[in-house]
């Protein structure tokens, strides 16, 4: 296998951990039950730091001190363009602190530090700065209704924002879902994933210093079972927003319906297509496939991962794919030029192999990989199948690693449909020279997102969210504020009565 060996003895990361316990008003506090839990470096499998574990008691506590923060304090009250400036000195501090913020996110990750910094961290900057920027331009409008009356609707903040995100970008995710809440003047109680726990305390920490008052943002790290659960069915939450499996989506819908209907946004798991037409530049087609399915060891929502290809050009994509996954430099996450860190932990690293054992046993033909790579940690071999056919398990389940399924197809009507019979509806991408098909199909396609010619471009004004099961509702963007507002209308007698 000709990937860089895995280096087994770990760089040391350049950064310290000094935020481990809750982010409740303000201080950084120990959960109710005074329990920990590991957290764990996904190069080694071994512990980085014991973070205090919160539950329900400490949803309670963190969705009070919101509530109060929300209903009397000054954040909500204070003006747009004030909001704005906070909401810009933190992205200053988070400059300030990029190269910890990003080590950090390597550590409890394992994704390239060199994607953190440069590519990550910028965009989590550029997010704030795009909700800054929103911050003072939210308001309502004048409604010419039929009548004496003067009508006006009001964009008020909704409240208290519950927000529930993901292991494979924490910080990314931390900006989706903050930055609309608070431009919008809302208060939030934050539950991170129980792999990834430690950069949002670091951030919260500099939202702080940049004068964010107390309870504004509220930070719990815990389970999802517990403090998941506690946060999706709170009585006094009062907008719900998710990133994570389809199967929790449903989840947290009902626990959402079952308590106080608080709506909720979902961002679910994808399937997604990304075609290769006969036109295409193969060189250039097998470089953005690669990428579009490798990013982030393969851990994205709307990776491409079901990779169609036309006949006439199946063949030398085949290679060129083939090539490129085994040239893939797989290794420390901390090293230069290192592309693929290992999954984030055992249960992730087991369903991986469990579908490339699916793979074999439905009989695609494994081109390259298939297996872990070195001895410690959660490496994986960069995987290729080829004939992969439509009923395969790994044609139809998000598998969320760094395995590529390549598909045939004869022509456009048919890779439509065939891309279309899917569950999900997340993402597509489509690699054409043809500005005829590239319209026919970004018609066509059932997906929030169509990357013609590109894939993963994800900045800050454009909006993202999925069809059918991949979720409801939209991220980022001018739609992402929809999410965070009640609209009121406001009607008044042109005369007194
Ligand atoms: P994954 O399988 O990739 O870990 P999940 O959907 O389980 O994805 O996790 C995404 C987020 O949802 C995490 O923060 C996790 O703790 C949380 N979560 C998991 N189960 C529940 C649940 N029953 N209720 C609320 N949140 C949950």
Same mark, same amino acid.
């Given at each position: ?22 982010? /409740?008003?303000?201080?950084?506090? #120990? ?23 919160? #539950?329900?008691? #400490?949803?309670? *506590? ?12 000054? +954040? ?6 004030? *909001?704005?400036? %906070?909401?810009?000195?933190?992205? @200053? ?5 990029? #190269?910890?913020?990003?080590?950090? $996110?390597? +550590?409890?990750?394992?994704? &390239? ?8 961290? &910028?965009?989590? %900057? ?31 903040? /909704? ?7 993901? +292991? ?67 009585? @006094? ?9 389809? @199967?929790?989506?449903?989840? !947290? ?10 709506? !909720?946004?979902?961002?679910?798991g994808g399937k997604s297509p990304f075609i290769v037409c006969?036109?295409a530049?193969?060189?250039?087609a097998?470089?953005l496939a690669h990428f579009a399915l ?6 994205c929502c709307c990776a491409g991962s079901r990779t169609f290809v036309h006949?006439?050009?199946y @063949?030398?994509f085949?290679?060129?794919a ?15 030029? !290192? ?10 690293? $087991? ?15 494994? $081109?390259?990989?298939?297996? *872990? ?12 199948f080829?004939?992969v056919q439509d009923d395969m398990?790994i044609a139809k389940d998000e598998i969320?690693?760094?395995v590529q399924s390549i598909l045939k197809f004869k022509d456009l009507d048919e890779v439509i449909k065939r891309a279309n019979a899917t569950r999900y509806g997340l993402a597509a991408g489509v690699f054409t020279?043809?500005?005829?098909t590239a319209?026919t199909m970004s018609r066509a396609l059932r997906a929030g997102t169509v990357w013609i010619n590109c894939f993963d471009?994800?900045?800050?004004? /454009?909006?993202?969210?999925g069809y059918k099961m991949s ?18 209308? !406001? ?7």
């Amino acid at each position: 296998f000709s990937t860089a060996a895995v280096i087994e003895e770990p760089i040391t990361p350049p950064v310290q951990i000094n935020c481990t316990q809750l982010l /409740i008003n303000g201080q950084f506090v #120990d959960s109710a039950s005074g329990k920990t839990f590991p957290t764990l470096d996904p190069r080694t499998g071994e512990v980085i730091a014991h973070v205090a574990e919160g #539950d329900a008691e #400490d949803i309670n *506590r963190a969705v009070s001190a919101a509530r109060k923060a929300f209903d009397e304090g000054p +954040w909500p009250r204070m003006t747009a363009y004030d *909001r704005a400036r %906070i909401l810009l000195r933190f992205a @200053d501090l988070v400059e300030k602190h990029s #190269d910890e913020l990003a080590a950090l $996110e390597t +550590w409890n990750n394992g994704k &390239p530090y060199e994607q953190a910094a440069k590519s990550e961290l &910028p965009l989590f %900057i550029r997010l704030f700065h795009y909700y800054a920027g929103w911050a003072d331009k939210i308001h309502g409008l004048t409604v010419p209704a039929d009548g004496p009356y003067h009508v006006q609707t009001l964009h008020e903040p /909704i409240g208290v924002a519950g927000q529930i995100i993901p +292991w494979n970008f924490p910080l990314v995710m931390f900006a989706w879902k903050v930055g609309p809440a608070l431009a919008c003047g809302n208060t939030i109680v934050l539950k991170t994933a129980e792999q990834t726990p430690l950069t949002a305390l670091y951030v919260a920490k500099l939202f702080h210093e940049a004068g964010l008052p107390p309870g504004v943002l509220n930070i719990v790290s815990g389970f999802g079972p517990t403090a998941g659960a506690a946060l999706a069915s709170h009585m @006094d939450v009062d907008k719900l927003a998710f990133t994570g499996s389809t @199967d929790t989506g449903k989840i !947290v819908l009902e626990l959402a319906a079952r308590s106080n209907l608080k709506p !909720v946004t979902l961002e679910l798991g994808g399937k997604s297509p990304f075609i290769v037409c006969e036109d295409a530049d193969v060189d250039k087609a097998a470089e953005l496939a690669h990428f579009a399915l490798f990013f982030n060891q393969g851990q994205c929502c709307c990776a491409g991962s079901r990779t169609f290809v036309h006949e006439r050009v199946y @063949d030398e994509f085949l290679e060129k794919a083939k090539a490129r996954a085994m040239r893939r430099v797989v290794g420390d996450p901390f090293k230069k030029g !290192v592309e693929q860190g290992p999954q984030i932990d055992s249960e992730q690293f $087991e369903k991986v192999l469990s579908y490339i054992k699916y793979g074999i046993e439905s009989n695609a033909k494994l $081109e390259c990989g298939g297996g *872990r790579l070195g001895s410690k940690g959660f490496y994986i071999q960069p995987t290729v199948f080829s004939n992969v056919q439509d009923d395969m398990l790994i044609a139809k389940d998000e598998i969320f690693g760094p395995v590529q399924s390549i598909l045939k197809f004869k022509d456009l009507d048919e890779v439509i449909k065939r891309a279309n019979a899917t569950r999900y509806g997340l993402a597509a991408g489509v690699f054409t020279k043809n500005i005829n098909t590239a319209n026919t199909m970004s018609r066509a396609l059932r997906a929030g997102t169509v990357w013609i010619n590109c894939f993963d471009v994800f900045d800050a004004a /454009i909006p993202f969210g999925g069809y059918k099961m991949s979720g409801i509702g939209r991220e980022k963007g001018i739609y992402s504020l929809h999410n965070y507002l009640q609209v009121k209308a !406001v009607i008044t007698p042109l005369k007194n009565p």
